[in-house]
């Protein structure tokens, strides 16, 4: 069965927006997005963003453009826990089965959906390769998921990375619909 939505998020953390055409078919997901913002200065980025089996992060490739510059990152994952950035590898990040694009609440989709976060308890750490905007830098991020409790629409999720806290609203098929202090979803009229 294949799931295909298209989402806006107002992202306040960006004080800007993000539109993200997703289809989740199987355990497998592939977007395409654009967002612009003006914090921490004003950008556009576009990104693609696909997973294999697992929900694992197979590639995630953004271009982010700034007044003074316009940057394109070409993230891939090798299926064995390798990273490379452009080409060349990424020291320290293996193990990582996910990438996190900042700013995009899109990216907290693939661990909850492939421990099943929204629909029933458990707690989960992961450790992410997290993408900077508009800067496009790569680094690690040790993230903790847990489930909180059902809601009528889907679930809540705790995320915790450092000394960061934010309980996120997902929808039934593991989408966040609100990640406080980052994005709400809107909804069409």
């Given at each position: ?9 107002d ?16 355990d497998?997901l ?18 693609e963003?696909d997973?294999g ?12 453009e700034?007044?003074?510059r ?9 299926g ?11 020291p ?6 996910d ?6 609440p ?11 976060l929204h629909?029933?308890p ?33 679930a ?6 450092g ?14 619909l ?8 809107l909804?069409?009229?």
């Amino acid at each position: 069965m294949t799931t295909s939505r298209v989402l806006t998020w107002d992202v306040t953390a960006s004080r800007g927006y993000e539109t993200a055409w997703v289809d989740i078919e199987g355990d497998s997901l592939r977007a395409r997005g654009r967002a612009v913002g003006v914090t921490p200065e004003p950008y556009w980025v576009s990104y693609e963003l696909d997973t294999g089996e697992g929900f694992v992060t197979r590639r995630l490739l953004v271009t982010a453009e700034t007044a003074g510059r316009t940057r394109t990152l070409d993230l891939r994952h090798d299926g064995r826990g390798g990273w490379t950035a452009d080409g060349e590898r990424l020291p320290g990040m293996d193990g990582a089965l996910d990438c996190d694009l900042g700013l995009c609440p899109l990216t907290n989709t693939m661990p909850v959906l492939r421990h099943g976060l929204h629909r029933a308890p458990g707690e989960q750490e992961f450790l992410m390769a997290w993408v900077s905007v508009p800067g496009l830098t790569v680094r690690r991020s040790r993230q903790t998921y847990r489930h909180l409790g059902r809601t009528e629409g889907g679930a809540r999720v705790r995320f915790v990375s450092g000394g960061f806290r934010a309980d996120l609203a997902f929808d039934a098929d593991g989408l966040v619909l609100d990640y406080p202090g980052l994005a709400r979803r809107l909804t069409p009229r």
